[in-house]
């Protein structure tokens, strides 16, 4: 059984930071493309950032220069760090793995940027 489990979400400040983790099992991580993507109530999923297998990246405009995504194949796990946070970057935050041909999606993880 394949489980991707977000955590590191919740309350930030706007210019500050959250680190958004993603913990896979049930496959073989390794072997995983890993993405973050965000949705906003009402509207579409969006991609924020893809690690492929071998560590290329890839951001949307948005999120260039603020946030990194990173992954660790020992751990098993792929990090979103994320940095002067905006308002707009309120979202739940979904992580994502795809294994050819099959694609899998975390339960979602809430972030709120606020004062």
């Known amino acids: 059984q394949v489980q991707l489990v977000e955590s590191g979400g919740g309350l930030g400040q706007p210019g500050g930071s959250l680190r958004l983790s993603c913990a896979a099992s049930?496959?073989?991580?390794?072997?995983?493309?890993m993405g973050w993507y965000r949705q906003v109530p009402g509207e579409r999923r969006d991609l924020v950032a893809t690690i492929t297998t071998d560590g290329s990246t890839n951001y949307a405009d948005s999120v260039k220069g603020r946030f990194t995504i990173s992954r660790d194949n020992a751990k098993n796990t792929v990090y979103l760090q994320m940095n002067s946070l905006k308002p707009e970057d309120t979202a739940v935050y979904y992580c994502?793995?795809?294994?050819?041909?099959?694609?899998?999606w975390g339960q979602g993880t809430q972030v709120t940027v606020s004062s």
């Open positions: 049930g496959i073989r991580f390794s072997n995983a493309a």
């Open positions: 994502n793995a795809k294994v050819f041909p099959l694609n899998f």
